[in-house]
């Protein structure tokens, strides 16, 4: 008998948006889902943080992880995701957008010109996918660094480096922009009405480790990162099926199920996306989800939603588990999903 695990960041707003946001949202399988399960405290505080517990990845070291499906050896250095992005200064503080798509010979130029520039302090940029830029050294830094998710469409001033050696990654992101500021990339892309990129971001940091765990059999998601896991484990990995129904008879053992959209909508404040969204994730996930429960094709499901931090640090990431047998309880009735707003406890 199978068992479906569900992965979804930041499905309980933050209490002053969720009674609005979420008026007249129809949820019936979602709503008993969470009504009906038994609810514990998740410790992975992003989605990265789970991703790197699960399939074993030591220290979050992600950019070994995605620089093999990119195509390079991470070998023995030490790695860092570098990401380019575009800072945008609004009032006093810069809000970082990740969404800026570059071809292959921007993102070249790019990184030729901070390769010159940081020569002598032998730091080495690559850029073997348009959108995903690594920095290679030799020495272990002594940092602490947020993933690129987590500061999407947010101010960066809290997320910047923090720990012994953060006064010298400032001093290389005042740099980068600088170097960045008239780079004739840039000219070009205003000049098209493109964003410039005029930032990188650092995260992910670490060196390749033994072979990653292989908690599931399948996994079913859209996302990059995601997939990058699947491959490096050797996981089965493909793009979220249609029919999730149709799909679930035809695979064996443990399934992993990522929904990435509503994240993707709050990184841009664009409300009616994440309705959208999670209107979509009711219809084709919830629901099948919920029915196969009922009839027996899974034995169990289990609803992880990992929340990224408001700007109170309030909410908390929440493990929802249910089976065949929970589904009894009648008396566990299910309320609207704003009343799980916040931190994600168990309403009353």
């Not at 059999?217 to 793009?239: E, M």
């Not at 029915?291 to 034995?299: E, F, H």
């Amino acid at each position: 008998m199978k068992n479906v695990h569900v992965l979804i960041p930041d499905l309980f707003l933050p209490q002053e948006l969720a009674k609005e946001v979420c008026a007249g949202l129809e949820l019936p399988a979602l709503e008993t889902i969470l009504a009906r399960s038994q609810s514990a405290p998740l410790p992975a505080a992003t989605m990265e943080a789970w991703l790197c517990t699960v399939f074993g990845a030591a220290d979050g070291a992600i950019a070994p992880i995605t620089l093999h499906g990119d195509g390079i050896d991470p070998g023995a250095a030490y790695w860092l995701r570098a990401d380019p992005v575009h800072l945008n200064l609004q009032r006093d503080q810069l809000i970082l957008q990740s969404d800026v798509r570059l071809s292959a010979d921007e993102a070249a130029q790019l990184c030729a010109s901070m390769n010159h520039h940081f020569a002598a302090d032998g730091l080495k940029f690559f850029a073997p996918h348009p959108q995903r830029w690594y920095l290679q050294l030799e020495n272990t830094p002594d940092v602490l660094t947020c993933p690129l998710a987590q500061v999407s469409g947010r101010g960066i001033r809290t997320k910047l480096p923090q720990g012994p050696d953060a006064t010298r990654w400032h001093r290389v992101f005042n740099e980068v922009q600088m170097l960045f500021f008239e780079h004739t990339v840039n000219l070009a892309r205003e000049a098209r009405g493109e964003l410039p990129v005029n930032s990188i971001w650092l995260w992910g940091g670490g060196r390749a480790g033994a072979r990653l765990n292989q908690p599931y059999r399948q996994i079913w998601s859209d996302n990059d990162l995601v997939a990058a896991f699947a491959r490096q484990a050797g996981v089965t990995h493909a793009a979220m099926p249609d029919d999730i129904a149709a799909a679930l008879p035809e695979t064996d053992g443990e399934i992993l199920l990522y929904w990435d959209s509503l994240q993707l909508a709050l990184q841009y404040a664009d409300l009616q996306a994440w309705r959208s969204s999670l209107q979509l994730f009711e219809e084709y996930i919830a629901a099948p989800l919920l029915s196969a429960l009922r009839t027996g094709q899974i034995a169990q499901l289990t609803l992880d939603v990992v929340q990224t931090e408001d700007a109170q640090n309030s909410r908390a990431s929440q493990r929802f588990v249910l089976s065949r047998n929970s589904l009894w309880k009648l008396w566990r009735r299910r309320r609207p999903l704003a009343r799980w707003a916040g931190a994600g406890q168990v309403p009353v």
